[in-house]
């Protein structure tokens, strides 16, 4: 059986017990086949318990037994709680197994929606006009076994997955300046997700518009930078033409 669980919360392993009769005798052993660490037992006599329950290394304070069923719940249960756990049923008549294998996850982050200004910068040195389309880009970082998807209203775009930790992973859009769709984008993995809601005007328009003020000129002195809107900026500085000193703006990208 497969569990996914999510870092920080508690999950029980069920022994399927209602009551563990006289002579049972319960096993919970962690790691792999040919590697297994007993973690938890329980044995009933006819008028007691024999109990035990590892409480030590990453176990420590964190596993709780069932004194009347055997089930196994693990408390604030971390990445490396992740793997195979097997419980052995042992009595009179024969012995069986249960295996669970638990997959913890870390929380998800929320996507970041940005323009892809090097599509921009590329179509510049390239002589290419950009024309009315803009490229937006939606990056996670640090995540590992999910899948970042597109979506035009409940309708899926584009995805693409990744498994690496301590990487980014990125997912394009081209869209219309006048594009009145709803787009949002979503990181997912097994258990849980995270949306993030574009907004074309924010991210194309403002920045379109600031790319128009290239190549204005004025007759003042001065030489400052001036910072704008959502952190773009544009540069005044002299230049000397036909020798006649002016000013020109220019954008920073």
């Known amino acids: 059986m497969s569990v996914g669980v999510m870092e920080g919360d508690s999950i029980t392993l069920h022994s399927d017990f209602k009551e563990i009769k006289r002579n049972d005798h319960i096993v919970w052993m962690f790691g792999p086949d040919s590697a297994n660490i007993r973690i938890a037992e329980i044995f009933k006599w006819s008028y007691m318990l024999s109990i035990y329950v590892c409480n030590k290394g990453r176990f420590r304070d964190?596993?709780?037994?069932?004194?009347?069923?055997?089930?196994?719940?693990i408390k604030n249960i971390g990445l490396e709680y992740s793997g195979l756990y097997k419980l052995a049923i042992i009595n009179k008549r024969k012995t069986s197994y249960k295996r669970f294998s638990v997959k913890v996850y870390a929380p998800l982050p929320t996507p970041v929606i940005t323009r892809d200004s090097s599509q921009t910068q590329n179509s510049r040195a390239s002589g290419r006009s950009s024309?009315?389309?803009?490229?937006?880009?939606?990056?996670?970082r640090n995540v590992t076994q999910v899948t970042l998807s597109y979506y035009k209203g409940s309708g899926l775009i584009?995805?693409?997955?990744?498994?690496?930790?301590?990487?980014t992973l990125s997912l394009p859009l081209e869209v219309e300046y006048d594009d009145k769709n709803k787009y949002?984008?979503?990181?997912?993995?097994?258990i849980s997700s995270q949306t993030a809601h574009v907004n074309i005007t924010d991210l194309c328009w403002q920045s379109r518009q600031f790319n128009n003020t290239e190549g204005m000129t004025s007759s003042d002195d001065d030489e400052h930078v001036t910072t704008l809107n959502q952190g773009l900026c544009i540069l005044f500085c002299l230049d000397h033409i036909?020798?006649?000193?002016?000013?020109?703006?220019?954008?920073?990208?």
Not at 158 to 167: R, T
Not at 242 to 253: A, D, E, H, K
């Open 158 to 167: 584009s995805n693409i997955s990744g498994s690496v930790l301590n990487s």
């Open 184 to 190: 949002s984008c979503v990181v997912n993995n097994a």
């Open 242 to 253: 036909n020798g006649r000193t002016i000013t020109t703006y220019r954008l920073l990208t």
């Open 62 to 73: 964190t596993l709780r037994l069932d004194h009347q069923n055997g089930s196994l719940t």
């Open 131 to 140: 024309g009315s389309k803009c490229v937006l880009l939606c990056s996670v």
